[in-house]
């Protein structure tokens, strides 16, 4: 084989695997089908989840917050955050201000085996570092619980 065809075969091997690599980051599409933790209202206006958020977990985060946040490759944990609609007596709902992301990966070893990342209200990539920013909060909180910071108790059982 030539160096220039072999060159070409290496890309062809490399290309898909880059293009997954790409869109292992955007957001599932399906999560609203998943299990949803009970309505989780955050009054306090310095808090980065001041709002009113919802957790989502697909059937392998179930398993691993059932079994006391020990989770299995593959598991998708998604939190939905909606801004507090202002003038309301008791908290309402406004409109959706942010979704993260956390899946766990095993190649993510600077971000202790998950995927962490954060989209805008319109699903799109809020380019968030997860080393500095996300993971630097779940490591604080929860570095005994494989990094999730919620627990079972946050899903009606
Ligand atoms: C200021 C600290 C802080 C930062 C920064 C932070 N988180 Fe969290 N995160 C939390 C807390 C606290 C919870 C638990 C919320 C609850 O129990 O309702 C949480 C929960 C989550 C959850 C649900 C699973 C779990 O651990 O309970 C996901 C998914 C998540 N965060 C993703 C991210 C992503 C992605 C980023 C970066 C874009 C990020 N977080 C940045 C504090 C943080």
């Known amino acids: 084989m030539n160096k220039i065809a072999a060159i070409a075969v290496l890309c062809l091997i490399s290309l898909p695997a880059a293009m997954w690599a790409a869109s292992s980051a955007s957001l599932p599409k399906s999560y609203h089908s998943w299990q949803k933790s009970v309505r989780k209202v955050v009054i306090d206006k310095s808090s980065l989840f001041y709002g009113i958020h919802y957790i ?4 392998k985060a179930m398993n691993g917050y059932k079994a006391g946040n020990r989770f299995a490759e593959g598991s998708s944990i998604i939190i ?34 998950w995927l962490f990342a954060g989209f805008g209200a319109d699903g799109a990539p809020s380019g968030l570092d997860p080393v500095s920013i996300c993971f630097g909060c779940h490591q604080k909180d929860s570095a005994q619980k494989d990094y999730v910071i919620s627990t079972i108790n946050d899903f009606n059982k």
């Open 56 to 59: 989502y977990a697909d059937k």
């Open 80 to 113: 939905e955050q909606f801004n507090i609609k202002e003038g309301s007596g008791s908290p309402a709902e406004g409109s959706r201000n942010m979704v993260v992301l956390m899946r766990k990966d095993k190649r993510m070893k600077a971000t202790g085996g």
